[in-house]
Nanobody
């Protein structure tokens, strides 16, 4: 099970930290990622991290502004989002994947507006 939190309303240039609490599987062996879906658009992958945190990946739209990390003590993956832009407005989903097995969270809304 994946449960996202931390979404909300932010001003352009502001920050938010999304959290995704994982349960029911071995957190350290699953790659984790964040994807988002803006109104009227398809799902867009945003960032990913290896199970052991040895590598992280970012979409071009997120590079330099977003940081993904894992907390093994809390079985939680975070997405720190800085310098937010109106085009970051979307529902953000957490994903856990390993050898073709995928879990998705229910999503958390992020709205960037003045």
């Amino acid at each position: 099970q994946l449960v996202e939190s931390g979404g909300g309303l932010a001003q352009p240039g502001g920050s938010l930290r999304l959290s995704c609490a994982a349960s029911g599987f071995t957190f350290s062996t699953y790659a984790m990622s964040w994807a988002r879906q803006a109104p009227g658009k398809g799902l867009e992958w945003v960032s990913g991290i290896y199970g052991d945190s040895s590598r992280t990946y970012y979409a071009d739209s997120a590079k330099g502004r977003f940081t993904i990390s894992k907390d093994y003590a809390k079985n939680t993956v975070y997405l720190q989002m800085n310098s937010l832009k109106p085009e970051d407005t979307a529902v953000y989903y957490c994903n856990a994947g390993r050898f073709g097995v995928n879990y998705w969270g229910q999503g958390t809304q992020v709205t960037v507006s003045s």
